[in-house]
């Protein structure tokens, strides 16, 4: 193949114009000169002025992904220019063999061609053939057509295109009209222009690297760029590069061999696919963002100063964020009004990877809500505000326990709820995250507010680029620390946030642009953006920790479908429209939108689900098949799963020096160190900052002061002293039980009493015990014999020693049950035990040896015993008559001494000689005092003939027995 000639014969341009518009009338069949001189002169008066410049394509603003593929151009035409000698002789031949065969040789107006074109539409309707040169389309494309629609094509506009054809071709050569017109003319690329971005959008190469079919497929499609754009319509698209192979064949440009060859190969083998170079509207959520981080970088537009821009965007990950929200996915949208924003960043670099604007993002400068749409974080912001917080100031452990009570807002009487509408009384921390629990939530930040003050808070928010807080009025308050009141965030500044807690406490600006180039030669800008330490590492770590955990650990919620076999951190948040949203017919507190943040130590991302504004009668408000469809939850899943192609590991975030582990008394702060021998269920373990770690010793309740002890004194016995100690009553009467394990809650709001029912985790009693009354008697100063009991009368019996006087020191005080060594003040009492009373018991109808016992007890006189013979074997050793008859009086001990006391009782000693030698019979039936004796026989089968030798009591043979002594007696025959 040989290059055509470019060289032009010179002629005098008015002479070369008149002479083609006169052609061009005799074609249209119009006679007469001077009509025709006065038709041309209406037809050129407003043909504009002709400026080489103004086919000069301006270069635009490139835009690339982290690989360096273009996914977009911007600028007043979106193009890439090329010049003529990048061009392949097969693009050159292409182009003239379909569009221009005479190119080469004509003026800038092709008669004959013009000619034919005229007849053909004459004969098949206007358009069937068109009979514009290179250089008239080119006149076309710059003063006659605009992005949006071509002009009217009308004689007039032609013949002042003929003109200002003939008059380019004497300014510019045929190199550069080719050139220039490769480079502005529409290739059926979405929302770009010229020959080098067509090359890389349908076959991914650079214009030297064109195929002989490729050529030909670029040469056709200008004709009818909709018609045979080959990935919308590729039999359409086939059947014209045929056709340009074809005129290549019929012009003498190919040969035969190299047109079967050409043709042989299916152009859709050649095409790189549709999602090689992304558009504008593709990927425009990215570039929104882009272009506003370069004018803040540069303080120039992209699409007036030309520029490369070199991006992080990640082109798998951008395109799947928008495939989701164009729901191109199994995520479904089920509400028209619905809408989502999403962002992925690298959690190390703050490098922005992709960024989802909102459903069906299309079209620059739109609302991107990735960047721009305000919201209330909720929930989601509990790790980042107020636990991150609390583990930096206030020492807290992961193993620290809160009050989920009633409480209301301060300076209100409004009640703070929690989404359950229940309070769960003493719980974990961890547990209290997991679950998204508002109270405790609040509780920390308010104990933090107190220890540092809401200036470093709210100085805290706004170095993590929070850019709507502020103090004052409306401003920071307590309703931040669940994601409420008058903070509201991006999900810009949401990753950014996040973003630091997951690199250690380093925050670093969110961004998308890696490198500047400028056109004109001006020294690029490499954007660097400091890293600056906002928390701790170990501050951080711990709030991570408890993500992780609320994805892994046992509580049901929204990011449990994140869990997976590598650690992933998460929060999810809900906001309500409160009652806002009465007058639009949204329920009372219905949620307006959710927000899930998830990440790696690789990866973060955030997606936000819900609805720009309330719309009345639409039902703009998350309803529960809404909420449970957990469309943020399934976002970032889909998002990780990408993830885990973009890197080999995800390993956990590395546990810093500074971080320890202590075994602490469970809901007891300032933390406390376990005793020997305690529960095991009342100790826990967390992480905490080693210059927290610090344990105290644990210390018991203070007991209430005893105010009063009596003493009263009685025995029933010489040598025994009955002491009642009565203490006052312990003015607390629920520390005199053992704490139960539900936790009964209150709160009067001045209008109404709330009650709750809730876990308690931990109570002093379960390790010290209830609070006891105690009393503490010594004898002559011997050593105390101590009492306790839960009733506050302690009833002692004393020992008194015999003969001298006898002192009691007697003492009350409170104590715990399991730790008696830990007391109250004591009161102390002194008694002389002295003479006592005694209240002689009844005796008569009791046992003889109940009387015996106690007359032997104290040490009375020896009394006088009276037998009668009792009739039952019951009456044996029954007292019939006591004298004197004292029985129920109480009498001094001295005076009892000197009685003697007369006992009547039921009695008999038995003679056994009258049986000796009788026969069995007659013992079982004639003896009259075998009724009072438990008789064996030996041998127990003797005949009722055999006759008794003797009798046997305890193995001893006797003659006689006292019945009371023992009733059982063995007969021995023979």
Not at 145 to 156: F, G, K, L
Not at 800 to 823: H, K, M
Not at 860 to 883: F, V
Request: aromatic share 10%.
């Amino acid at each position: 193949m040989k290059k055509n000639s470019t060289r032009k014969p010179k002629r005098r341009i008015l002479l070369s114009t008149i002479s083609a518009i006169v052609a061009m009338i005799v074609v249209f069949g119009i006679s007469g000169t001077s009509t025709a001189v006065l038709l041309i002169n209406e037809m050129l008066k407003d043909t504009p002025a002709l400026d080489v410049n103004d086919f000069i394509s301006p270069e635009s603003t490139k835009i690339y992904d982290r690989e360096g593929i273009l996914i977009a151009d911007i600028g007043l035409k979106v193009r890439e220019n090329i010049s003529y000698s990048q061009m392949p002789q097969v693009l050159i031949d292409a182009f003239v063999a379909i569009e221009d065969s005479r190119f080469f040789t004509h003026n800038g107006f092709d008669l004959p061609r013009f000619t034919k074109a005229i007849i053909e539409n004459l004969r098949s309707g206007f358009g069937a053939q068109g009979g514009s040169t290179f250089t008239m389309q080119l006149v076309k494309n710059t003063y006659f057509a605009s992005e949006e629609s071509n002009a009217d094509v009308t004689i007039e506009r032609k013949v002042q295109e003929i003109s200002m054809a003939i008059q380019l071709e004497n300014e510019l050569s045929k190199k550069r009209i080719l050139e220039l017109y490769v480079n502005k003319v529409n290739y059926g690329v979405p929302s770009s222009y010229g020959i080098y971005n067509a090359a890389q959008y349908y076959f991914g190469k650079e214009i030297e690297q064109l195929s002989l079919g490729e050529a030909a497929y670029l040469a056709g499609v200008v004709n009818a760029p909709g018609r045979y754009q080959a990935y919308k319509n590729i039999e359409k698209a086939t059947e014209r590069r045929n056709d340009v192979l074809y005129y290549m064949l019929y012009h003498g440009y190919i040969t035969k061999s190299e047109f079967d060859a050409a043709v042989s190969i299916k152009l859709e083998d050649l095409l790189a696919g549709d999602n090689l170079q992304g558009v504008p509207s593709q990927y425009q959520g990215y570039i929104d963002a882009v272009i506003a981080e370069v004018k803040e970088l540069t303080g120039f537009d992209p699409a007036i100063v030309p520029m490369n821009i070199y991006t992080h965007m990640d082109r798998s990950t951008q395109e799947l964020m928008e495939a989701i929200q164009n729901e191109e996915t199994n995520i479904k949208f089920p509400h028209p009004l619905l809408q989502t924003a999403g962002i992925s960043m690298d959690v190390k670099t703050g490098e922005i990877i992709a960024i989802g604007g909102g459903r069906f993002y299309q079209g620059e400068r739109l609302y991107n809500r990735a960047i721009s749409s305000f919201h209330n974080p909720g929930s989601s912001v509990k790790p980042l505000l107020d636990y991150a917080l609390a583990f930096e100031y206030l020492g807290y452990s992961t193993g620290h326990v809160i009050l989920d009570e009633p409480i209301m807002w301060g300076g209100t009487d409004k009640v703070v709820r929690n989404y359950s509408r229940r309070y769960d009384g003493e719980v974990r921390m961890m547990e209290a995250l997991s679950r998204s629990l508002n109270i405790p939530a609040i509780k920390t930040l308010q104990a933090v507010v107190n220890s540092i003050g809401s200036a470093k808070v709210v100085e805290y928010l706004q170095s993590l680029g929070f850019s709507k807080v502020f103090r004052g009025n409306n401003g920071f308050d307590l309703g931040y620390a669940i994601g409420g009141s008058t903070f509201t965030v991006t999900p810009l500044e949401m990753i950014g946030a996040y973003g630091m807690l997951l690199n250690g406490g380093v925050y670093t600006k969110p961004h998308t642009v890696s490198r500047i180039e400028f056109r004109n030669g001006e020294a690029p800008i490499i954007p660097t953006f400091a890293s600056v330490r906002i928390l701790s590492v170990e501050a951080a770590y711990l709030t991570t920790y408890m993500m992780e955990y609320t994805v892994s650990g046992p509580f049901g919620n929204q990011i449990k479908l994140l869990n997976r076999s590598y650690p992933v951190y998460a929060k999810s948040g809900t906001s309500d429209w409160g009652s806002e949203g009465l007058q639009y017919g949204i329920p009372e507190g219905a949620a307006k939108d959710t927000w899930i943040v998830s990440g790696t130590s690789r990866y973060i991302n955030v997606a936000w689900v819900g609805f720009d504004k309330a719309v009345a009668g639409q039902g703009t408000y998350m309803s529960n098949d809404l909420y449970r469809l957990n469309t943020a939850g399934l976002i970032n899943r889909m998002l990780l799963n990408h993830q885990e192609k973009l890197a080999t590991s995800f390993p956990a975030i590395p546990r810093p020096a500074g971080i320890t582990e202590i075994n602490h008394v469970l809901g007891v702060y300032p933390y406390a160190a376990p005793i020997d021998g305690m529960n095991s269920s009342l100790i826990t373990s967390g992480l905490i900052k080693k210059e927290f770690a610090t344990l105290n010793p644990l210390t018991p309740p203070t007991l209430s002061n005893l105010t009063d002890v009596t003493v009263t004194m009685s025995s029933a016995n010489p040598n025994v002293r009955t002491i009642s100690t009565t203490l006052s009553s312990y003015p607390i009467p629920e520390d005199l039980v053992m704490a139960s394990s539900t936790l009964q809650m209150e709160l009067d709001t001045g209008t109404e009493i709330i009650r709750a029912t809730g876990t308690r985790l931990y109570h002093p009693s379960w390790i010290y015990g209830p609070v006891r009354y105690f009393s503490s008697i010594s004898v002559n100063g011997g050593t105390p014999k101590l009492t306790m009991s839960d009733q506050n009368v302690i009833t002692v019996d004393v020992e008194i020693p015999a003969g001298g006087e006898t002192t009691l020191n007697v003492c009350g005080f409170y104590a715990f049950e399991s730790a008696t060594d830990i007391r109250s003040n004591q009161i102390c009492k002194t008694v002389n035990a002295g003479d006592a009373n005694i209240t002689v018991p009844k005796f008569t109808g009791g046992l003889l040896a109940t009387f015996t016992n106690w007359v032997t007890s104290y040490n009375l006189k020896t009394p006088t015993l009276k037998m009668i013979d009792p009739l039952l074997k019951s009456q044996i050793g029954i007292i019939t008559e006591l004298k004197p008859a004292v029985e129920g009086e109480s009498m001094k001990f001295s005076d009892l001494k000197k009685i003697t006391f007369e006992t009547t009782y039921y009695d008999k000693i038995v003679s056994f000689e009258p049986i000796i030698g009788q026969t069995k019979m007659f013992v079982q039936t004639l003896w009259t005092d075998y009724r009072f004796f438990n008789v064996t026989f030996e041998p127990a089968d003797a005949p009722n003939t055999a006759t008794v030798k003797e009798v046997v009591v305890s193995g001893i043979v006797v003659t006689n027995q006292k019945l009371s002594l023992n009733n059982n007696i063995t007969i021995r025959l023979q």
